[in-house]
T-cell receptor
Framework: DTEVTQTPKHLVMGMTNKKSLKCEQH?????MYWYKQKAKKPPELMFV???????INESVPSRFSPECPNSSLLNLHLHALQPEDSALYLC?????????????FGNGTRLTVT | KNQVEQSPQSLIILEGKNCTLQCNYTVSPFSNLRWYKQDTGRGPVSLTI?????NTKSNRRYTATLDADTKQSSLHITASQLSDSASYICVVSALNNLFFGTGTRLTVIP
């Protein structure tokens, strides 16, 4: 079982809904990431938090809003999404934000926007 | 342009057989290369990491190779098992960026 826990596992939402994805890790990692993965494609980086501060925002539309309340938790708030936002959303963590640090991925939230 | 290309896109092999997956990259400056295994509907799991000075590294039935001169890596799977069915993703690091390959989808059949 993965040490990065994501909830919910599946989410179906309409384009006018507001929902949140949650991610939790208790490995003491200080870097946390959101990735988006479409079918048969590699994960695409969305956001990186390092020591609870947003370090990277890969030009993600404002309908995706990340939040890092503390070193163990990472949220992704969703509002006014489009059907093309349907994807697997993966959370990952690493000891620090460095390419030498291995990424530990959660099992993702499968999001469907109707 | 920094790119990571994997081949083949998909592969079907019989249980017990060996297979080799390829990863070619143009990423620079090179930091390290990781192979991840991603089961369907789950997050990727790191199998091995290769740094510039390493040529070969083994992890149970997985053996990764790296040729930093030709910018190629391979992942060899020995005595395949049904549980090896997954996507295998090559990820190359440069500075503070990760470049993901498109993956090889491996299916092991009985």
């Amino acid at each position: 079982d993965t040490e990065v826990t994501q909830t919910p596992k599946h989410l179906v939402m309409g384009m006018t809904n507001k929902k949140s994805l949650k991610c939790e890790q208790h490995m003491g990692h200080r870097a946390m990431y959101w990735y988006k993965q479409k079918a048969k494609k590699p994960p695409e980086l969305m956001f990186v938090y390092s020591y609870e501060k947003l370090s990277i925002n890969e030009s993600v539309p404002s309908r995706f809003s990340p939040e890092c309340p503390n070193s163990s938790l990472l949220n992704l708030h969703l509002h006014a999404l489009q059907p093309e936002d349907s994807a697997l959303y993966l959370c990952a963590s690493s000891p620090v934000f460095a390419v030498t640090s291995p990424l530990h991925f959660g099992n993702g939230t499968r999001l469907t926007v109707t | 342009k920094n790119q990571v290309e994997q081949s083949p896109q998909s592969l079907i092999i019989l249980e017990g057989k060996n297979c080799t997956l390829q990863c070619n990259y143009t990423v620079s400056p090179f930091s390290n290369l990781r192979w991840y295994k991603q089961d369907t509907g789950r997050g990727p799991v790191s199998l091995t990491i290769m740094t510039f000075s390493e040529n070969t590294k083994s992890n149970r039935r997985y053996t990764a190779t790296l040729d930093a001169d030709t910018k190629q890596s391979s992942l060899h799977i020995t005595a395949s098992q049904l549980s090896d069915s997954a996507s295998y993703i090559c990820v190359v690091s440069a500075l503070n960026n990760l470049f993901f390959g498109t993956g090889t989808r491996l299916t092991v059949i009985p």
